[in-house]
């Protein structure tokens, strides 16, 4: 079982449609991270959380570390937004992040 | 302008052919990895360091060395490579391994293996 699970792999939507992708996990971590990457490949972190709720424009994102799940909500949905949502875990050690395998997204006009 | 930068960008050679992807970063950060993304894989940890002179094994760093004798550079060497490892490889920093640092990605490079 992956350490980091994301739903859903897919997501096809309007433009305008509230978002909503989730990240569960199974380790203690120390932050989670959401990142965005564009079909030209590059990735772009969004959001690092430890707990709480961060916002930044039309994007949202949140975290329960009791409950080991974060949301990734992107309000008033855009075809430039359709790119792949990566939700990676940070566990303090030395190594580096986990990553889940990401959702695709496509935002129709 | 902050950023990480890679080379080559797009890359095909053939099985046993050494290769060196560099990377480098402007942001003096002491935290540098390489990492790999396969379709249905995700990203997978390759390599890190976490300074200069300092680099440990990730989650797959079969057929891949790696060097930090400056602080900037990182580079990624593949020295007999094989179609297995063809591959989309990113270069990521970060100010310190400390919990909770931005990472910071490079652009990407693709290798094709044949």
């Known amino acids: 079982k992956n350490e980091v699970e994301q739903s859903p792999q897919n997501l096809t939507a309007q433009e305008g449609e509230f978002i909503t992708i989730n990240c569960s996990y199974s380790?203690?971590?120390?932050?989670l991270h959401w990142l965005q990457q564009h079909p030209g490949g590059g990735i772009v972190s969004l959001f690092m959380?430890?707990?709480g709720k961060k916002k930044h424009g039309r994007l949202i994102a949140t975290i329960n570390i009791q409950e080991k799940h974060s949301s990734l909500h992107i309000t008033a949905s855009h075809p430039r937004d359709s790119a792949v949502y990566i939700c990676?875990?940070?566990?303090?050690?030395?190594?580096?992040?986990?990553f889940g395998k990401g959702t695709h997204l496509i935002i129709q006009p | 302008e902050a950023q990480v930068t890679q080379n080559p960008r797009y890359l095909i050679t053939v099985t046993g052919k050494k290769l060196t992807v560099t990377c480098s970063q402007n942001?003096?950060?002491?935290?540098m990895s390489w990492y790999r993304q396969d379709p249905g894989l995700g990203l997978r940890q390759i390599y890190y360091?976490?300074?200069?002179?300092?680099?440990d094994k990730g989650d797959v760093p079969e057929g891949y060395k790696v060097s930090r004798k400056e602080k900037r550079n990182f580079p990624l060497i593949l020295e007999s490579p094989s179609p297995n490892q063809t591959s989309l490889y990113f270069c990521?920093?970060?100010?310190?391994?400390?919990?909770?640092?931005?990472?910071?990605f490079g652009p990407g490079t693709r290798l094709l293996v044949l």
């Open positions: 990521a920093s970060s100010l310190s391994r400390s919990a909770g640092k931005a990472q910071y």
């Open positions: 380790v203690g971590i120390s932050a």
């Open positions: 959380l430890s707990s």
């Open positions: 990676a875990v940070d566990r303090g050690g030395a190594d580096g992040l986990t």
């Open positions: 942001m003096n950060h002491e935290y």
């Open positions: 360091s976490m300074n200069v002179e300092v680099t």
